[in-house]
Nanobody, 128 residues
Framework: QVQLVESGGGSVQAGGSLRLSCPAT????????????MGWFRQAPGKEREGVAA??????SYADSVKGRFLISKDNAKNTLYLQMNSLKPEDTAMYYC???????????????????WGQGTQVTVSS
């Protein structure tokens, strides 16, 4: 069973940076981890969950609201997914979730329905 555990959230002032980490366990091999689709989602109070960034063997995808500020990456040696968040804004405040699909291409992105595995979330708070 694949398990995802996010960390790295916290409180930061606008313009600051945070890096979220999501080590994954339960994959058969590092190769399997390296090719599966993974993504970051966020949900603010009273709002729907939205896709932030995704990565698969075809490349990366970002929500328009974070393009140029956020960077998604994988460290295959550590089986870990990252989200580097720069130039943070108050509207980035949300619970951030790491998620993974079963296959190697991100089906349905930025919709979350095709993501099978989810972490418990890490809170990011950006003050003005």
């Amino acid at each position: 069973q694949v398990q995802l555990v996010e960390s790295g959230g916290g409180s930061v002032q606008a313009g600051g940076s945070l890096r979220l980490s999501c080590p994954a366990t339960g994959y058969r091999s590092r190769y399997t981890f390296s090719i599966v689709c993974m993504g970051w989602f966020r949900q603010a109070p009273g709002k729907e969950r939205e896709g932030v960034a995704a990565i698969d063997d075809a490349g990366t995808s970002y929500a328009d609201s974070v393009k140029g500020r956020f960077l998604i990456s994988k460290d295959n040696a550590k089986n870990t997914l990252y989200l580097q968040m720069n130039s943070l804004k108050p509207e980035d405040t949300a619970m951030y979730y790491c998620a993974a699909q079963i296959g190697r291409r991100c089906l349905g992105w930025p919709n979350s329905a095709d993501f099978t595995y989810w972490g418990q979330g890490t809170q990011v708070t950006v003050s003005s």
